[in-house]
């Protein structure tokens, strides 16, 4: 065990993590709208809007995230046509791909969430707000949306803790994030286990903070 | 509960027996994805000029061997932590390589070349054919510093962990903005969508490239050698295990006075790439 490896390693991880970090707050907040914009059409008694909407979380929560990345970097980045057009401004970056394809990921998954936070929503709740002539669309944001949000909380922190593990595959499309630093650090030392166990223990930390703000949040809004 | 019992110790019987089974082979690492020096057909067979050699080396040292596929970043670790016994991976020899590991004597040496594709700016660059790295003469200093300003604001992509890496982190050609990828194919691809401005790798690696791909990716400004481009391209042995290293320095030896090296480098690179 090369502890002095270990130690001077950390620094750069460290700084690796801001990226890290960036990339999941990011996508976190592009995919929270998506999600509640796409569960909000699953909800729509239209059949085409909630196909659509189905469609959507059922093709990017059945393939694997890594194949949806490759897809939008590598992927479109063959295509003549939109490497010409204006959308290969941000094609073009892998930061832009990455966070497209995480947003778009998360985003189907926390419109599950969302979906079936609304349906559990007892429907005494709403004819109460009925009945005291309150109009649907302030029931819907007063009522149903705080409920749900509350309702999600402990489905949607586990989503936001595999998200933070998800962006560790924005390495592969060449982006320094702290698995790509370990990696490039490692590439040049030739000691993986060393790298791997301050990497590893940077994301626990990260995930420990993650679940007790979920657990501070869960607490403060039961009712 | 009895069968699964009974399952799992026949599991764990067959498990040691593929391992002893294995003992006495040579395993040989390599990436697959770096040709022509070693790749796959379309069946998923590997193939190249390094599979080949190894066959051939093998039949020296009269020892079975088994080529293991491996990804490039990992390598050199997975040799330490005994995946296989020794690298035929297109891996040059340099100091800070032979710091983990040991080389055997160098077996092809080929230069490396940056690469742009046609109609990019960096076409016409005026530099010497070639430049050695290990004297650096002024006319090697006039070019570097010709690279530098011609490279100053581009993306230059290279695989990662290779001598290409070390090179443009060297400083010898300015600070510059490096991506660097997990595969050759993966560079390849990010040069034709115009991600990356210009690319660095093995002269043939371009070349095979074009050719089988039918894009105009084109070699432009000296093809460089020597310094951080090592001294040429070795077998990776681990450092404790001297017999397997002399074994292959002999069948190494062997195989060259037999022409054997020079023949399978030109049936795959068009070129003697022997040394």
């Not at chain 2, 070349?207 to 089988?212: F, G, I, L, Q």
Request: hydrophobic content about 45%.
């Amino acid at each position: 065990m090369d502890l002095d490896l270990m130690i001077t390693s950390f620094p750069k991880l460290l700084n690796a993590t801001l990226i890290t970090l960036k990339l999941l707050s990011v996508s976190l907040v592009l995919g929270l709208f998506l999600g509640l914009f796409f569960a909000i059409l699953r909800l729509n008694k239209n059949p085409f809007i909630n196909k659509f909407a189905y469609g959507y979380s059922y093709i990017f929560r059945g393939t694997p995230l890594l194949v949806q990345i490759f897809i939008i970097y590598f992927g479109l980045g063959q295509i003549e046509y939109l490497r010409s057009s204006f959308l290969w401004v941000v094609l073009k970056e892998p930061y832009w791909c990455a966070i497209i394809a995480f947003a778009l990921n998360t985003g189907a998954y926390t419109s599950e969430i969302l979906r079936s936070a609304f349906q559990t929503i007892k429907p005494g709740f709403i004819e109460a707000g009925k009945s005291l002539g309150i109009q649907s669309k302030i029931i819907f944001y007063k009522i149903q949306v705080p409920i749900a949000i509350r309702q999600s909380l402990p489905a949607y922190g586990n989503e936001i803790i595999l998200m933070l593990k998800g962006t560790s595959l924005a390495s592969t499309v060449t982006l320094m994030d702290l698995t790509g630093v370990a990696k490039y650090i490692i590439s040049t030392t030739f000691k993986p286990v060393e790298v791997f166990i301050v990497a590893g223990g940077i994301y626990l930390f990260m995930t420990f903070l993650i679940h007790n703000l979920i657990k501070f949040l869960e607490k403060k809004y039961s009712y | 509960m009895n069968i699964i019992k009974k399952f799992s110790l026949g599991l764990l019987l067959s498990l040691f027996l593929t391992i002893s089974a294995n003992a006495d082979k040579i395993r040989i690492g390599t990436e697959g994805a770096y040709p022509p020096w070693n790749s796959k057909d379309a069946s998923g067979k590997l193939i190249g000029f390094e599979v080949e050699l190894a066959w051939t080396l093998c039949r020296y040292i009269g020892q079975q061997c088994e080529i293991v596929e491996q990804d490039w970043d990992g390598m050199i670790p997975a040799l330490i932590m005994r995946k296989f016994d020794a690298i035929m991976a297109g891996m040059s020899i340099t100091a800070e390589r032979q710091k983990a590991i040991s080389f055997s004597q160098g077996y092809a040496d080929e230069v490396a070349s940056l690469a742009v594709m046609k109609g990019s700016d960096l076409e016409g660059i005026d530099t010497s054919e070639g430049i050695n790295l290990t004297k650096k003469t002024g006319a090697v200093k006039k070019d570097l510093k010709t690279l530098t300003s011609a490279l100053a604001g581009k993306t230059v992509c290279t695989q990662t962990a290779t001598i290409h890496q070390n090179f443009l982190e060297s400083g010898d050609v300015g600070k510059i903005n490096v991506r660097t990828y997990k595969t050759q194919d993966e560079v390849n691809l990010d040069l034709t969508s115009g991600r990356c401005d210009v690319a660095l790798a093995a002269a043939v690696a371009f070349t095979d490239y074009a050719e089988k791909s039918g894009k105009s990716v084109v070699l432009v400004g000296p093809t460089f050698s020597g310094g951080a481009f090592g001294n040429g391209v070795g077998v990776g042995i681990r450092k404790d295990d001297t017999e397997l290293l002399n074994a292959f320095n002999r069948a190494i030896d062997k195989a060259r006075k037999n022409g054997d090296i020079s023949r399978i480098a030109t049936k795959w690179f068009g070129f003697d790439a022997s040394m």
